[in-house]
């Protein structure tokens, strides 16, 4: 099951902090219903493949918190990391706090990507906040939300 990276798209932070979270219960009136969960998953990396032409197996490692209001709201704070076998392409790490309000309006604030390259060189960094309300409000330097091929950021310059 590959979670995360719908390149291209205006959810892409999103869906990667939110990407296999099972959402908690309603919350009690003494306070939110709050969930921990990590996972350890190694699948093949299809997006790696569509991307790159390379076949790797990824592992990915990811620990979240969700808590869940009594109106509705929630807030979930994922860490997470792909570490592909292939050492040409980059680790992925993310980190970051998502905001739900009751009306459904989502805001995330964190570090959702950095791609890291040999010797821990920064490839690619989204950083700051996204929210998603009527309007998409990004602060901060976000490339995968605007940036129309991200193959240069994953894919090793000459594949072998």
Do not use: W
Not at 95 to 120: E, N, Y
Request: net charge negative.
């Amino acid at each position: 099951m590959n979670l995360r990276r719908s390149a291209g798209s205006a959810l892409f932070a999103a869906a990667t902090l939110l990407g296999g979270v099972a959402v908690a219960g309603p919350a009690s009136a003494s306070g939110p219903v709050i969930d921990h969960e990590q996972m350890r998953e190694t699948f093949f990396d299809d997006f790696v493949f569509e991307l790159c032409g390379i076949e790797t197996y990824t592992t990915l490692t990811q620990r979240f918190t969700v808590k869940t209001f009594a109106d509705g709201s929630e807030q979930v704070q994922v860490v997470r990391t792909y570490v592909p076998d292939d050492p040409r392409i980059p680790i992925e790490k993310g980190a970051g706090s998502s905001f739900t309000a009751p009306d459904g309006t989502r805001t995330v604030v964190g570090k959702p990507i950095q791609l890291m390259g040999a010797h821990g060189k920064v490839r690619l960094l989204d950083a700051g906040l996204v929210s998603f309300a009527d309007e998409l409000v990004v602060r901060g330097p976000h490339p995968s939300l605007v940036e129309p091929d991200l193959a240069p950021y994953y894919c090793p310059s000459s594949p072998t």
